[in-house]
């Protein structure tokens, strides 16, 4: 009987740990961002760059960016969500300048650096042109481009 009673405790704080613990924030991030962003807002910046990325499933991302004239650059790498907290590597393994803190405003992804610079940026849900995709200049290697959005 004694066992019997260990055994149900323990299910019970397993259960309890799954369905109560930490909150709901988590799955939610995890799988609300999955989708394809377009950047409308930064805080303390007056012209916001031209930046798109796309979360997928798979737990890998693009990003597509255009400071200036010209041709997008791409970048991409994976991505993790833990709790409310994104963080990511690009395929050439330099890590992003930050995580970030990930909430949602109604339909839009929130991204608040949690490097001390208190960056805010603001996402709407919005794909980049197929014909932009296929032009952008896919970056490989970070000696060939500049500064990384992210």
């Not at 055994?7 to 799988?31: R, W």
């Not at 989708?35 to 760059?49: F, I, K, Q, R, T």
């Not at 400071?67 to 963080?87: L, P, W």
Request: proline share 2%.
């Amino acid at each position: 009987m004694k066992n019997i009673l260990k055994l149900m405790l323990a299910l019970s704080v397993v259960f309890c740990s799954v369905s109560c613990g930490g909150g709901d924030k988590g799955p939610q991030v995890a799988e609300k961002i999955v989708a394809e962003w377009h950047l409308v807002s930064m805080s303390g910046v007056s012209s916001v760059p031209q930046v798109y990325v796309n979360f997928a499933q798979d737990l890998t991302f693009e990003l597509y960016q255009k400071v200036g004239e010209g041709r997008y650059r791409k970048y991409d790498g994976i991505y993790t969500v833990t709790g409310n907290v994104v963080a990511g590597k690009y395929s050439d393994n330099k890590s992003w300048g930050s995580e970030y803190d990930a909430s949602f405003e109604g339909e839009n992804l929130v991204l608040t650096a949690k490097n001390g610079s208190a960056e805010v940026c603001t996402y709407e849900k919005k794909a980049l042109s197929e014909t932009d995709k296929a032009d952008a200049i896919l970056v490989t290697k970070s000696v060939e481009d500049g500064p990384r959005f992210f």
